[in-house]
């Protein structure tokens, strides 16, 4: 049973960087699967911040990549998130999700880190 | 505002069956790409509930279904139960905007 735990400070201040670990445990972070970060402002919905394969290859959302940076530590069986140049919109719930191979589908999930951004 | 459209609720009795709507474009359902749904009981992480339009994973009643038609997708739950109160989203893959792609989400209420 693959597991995700999302890691970092929940509170970062306007103009800052956020930035998270997601610890992969059941599974390796080598495997034919893609990894995934999505995030959930408070009462909306969710939104897609974008994916790393484990020989570093990334996707980003086009409305976030100018400020996104995802990046893979295979050694510790985990991968991460920057998102730089924060404001209030940023302030959300941070999920980490796989992406199960060979389809579009995100089968499993951390349980979910909030991220504040105020001074 | 969601490229993929829910309603934001709906409500049934125990028992009841109630269906929830999501409404693409040719860029995304349109498309050809598989449509998944996911369930988000209150205060907790979405869990994947039916993936590639029809298909759930071990452990989801049988009592969930997806379907996928056009540019729309559904999910039906019948024989509704209390537990089943949550938000459902719908998600897909849009190839425009070269990125995964959620619902709205919708409410769901048993009265």
């Known amino acids: 049973q693959v597991q995700l735990q999302e890691s970092g400070p929940g509170l970062v201040k306007p103009s800052g960087t956020l930035s998270l670990t997601c610890a992969v445990s059941?599974?390796?972070?080598?495997?034919?699967?893609?990894w995934n970060w999505v995030r959930q402002s408070p009462g909306k919905g969710l939104e897609w911040i974008g994916q790393?394969?484990?020989?570093?290859?990334?996707n980003y959302n086009p409305s976030l990549s100018s400020r996104v940076t995802i990046s893979v530590d295979k050694s510790k069986n985990q991968f991460s998130l920057r998102l730089s140049s924060v404001t209030a919109a940023d302030t959300a719930v941070y999920y980490c999700?796989?992406?199960?191979?060979?389809?579009?589908?995100?089968?499993?999930w951390g349980q979910g880190t909030l991220v504040t951004v105020s001074s | 505002q969601s490229v993929l459209t829910q309603p934001p609720s709906v409500s049934g009795a125990p028992g009841q069956r109630v269906t929830i709507s999501c409404s693409g474009s040719?860029?995304?359902?349109?498309?050809?790409?598989?449509v998944h749904w996911l369930q988000q009981l209150p205060g907790t992480a979405p869990k994947r509930l039916i993936y590639?339009?029809?298909n759930r994973p071990s452990g989801v009643p049988d009592r969930f279904s997806g379907s996928k038609s056009g540019t729309s997708a559904s999910l039906a739950i019948t024989g509704l139960q209390a537990e089943d109160e949550a938000d459902y989203y719908c998600?897909?893959?849009?190839?425009?905007?070269?990125?995964?792609?959620f619902g709205s989400g919708t409410k769901v209420t048993v009265l």
């Open positions: 790393i394969y484990h020989t570093g290859s990334t």
């Open positions: 040719s860029s995304n359902i349109g498309a050809g790409h598989d």
């Open positions: 998600q897909s893959y849009d190839s425009s905007l070269s990125a995964y792609v």
């Open positions: 059941g599974g390796s972070i080598s495997s034919s699967d893609w």
């Open positions: 999700a796989r992406q199960q191979s060979a389809t579009t589908s995100l089968d499993y």
């Open positions: 590639n339009n029809n």
